[in-house]
């Protein structure tokens, strides 16, 4: 499982909550390359046309657009869940499942809800 941040996840900060939801789901973090020209996180980890292609069971991609050299990266992953503030966002059309809000609401939910219904 990979959870991906784009340039819509805000700051360094917020990453870390990407890094939380990776490690109960037992995945890792990837990111966009304009999460990593804003140096929310290292190149090491950018997805993409020019960075790594992954094809994980589950992607969940996290305030990120979707741009071509992206979906390059990611769009051979089993299922996509975008979580993203706007509708009309291009990754939603490559998505098995939206979810319309910020990734600081809902990322600690997804935490939180998977911690609580997990054994
Ligand atoms: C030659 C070339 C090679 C490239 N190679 C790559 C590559 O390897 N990988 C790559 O990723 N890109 C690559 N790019 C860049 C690519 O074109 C895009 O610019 C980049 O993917 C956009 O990243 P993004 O989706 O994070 O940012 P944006 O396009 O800025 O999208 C941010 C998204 O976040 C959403 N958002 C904003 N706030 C929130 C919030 N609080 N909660 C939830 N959602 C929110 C917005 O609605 C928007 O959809 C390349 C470009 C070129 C020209």
Redesign the pocket.
């Known amino acids: 499982m990979i959870v991906a ?6 700051s360094l900060a ?1 990453f870390k909550l990407l890094f939380e939801l990776a490690e109960v789901l037992g995945g890792e973090v990837g ?6 020209d804003a140096g929310f996180i290292g190149h090491e980890r ?6 790594v292609t992954v094809r994980p069971k589950l992607y969940i991609a ?9 979906r ?2 990611m769009d051979q992953s089993a299922k996509i869940i975008s ?4 509708p009309k ?3 939603n059309a490559i998505a098995d499942y939206t979810i319309i ?6 990322i600690p939910k997804m935490i939180r809800y998977y911690k609580a219904n997990s054994k």
Do not use: F, K
Request: contains cysteine.
């Open positions: 941040g784009g340039y819509g996840v805000g917020n990111a966009t390359r304009a999460a990593v950018q997805i993409g046309q020019t960075g996290c305030g990120i657009s979707g741009a071509v050299q992206h390059a990266g979580i993203n503030t706007d966002a291009p990754i809000g910020s990734v600081t609401d809902i």
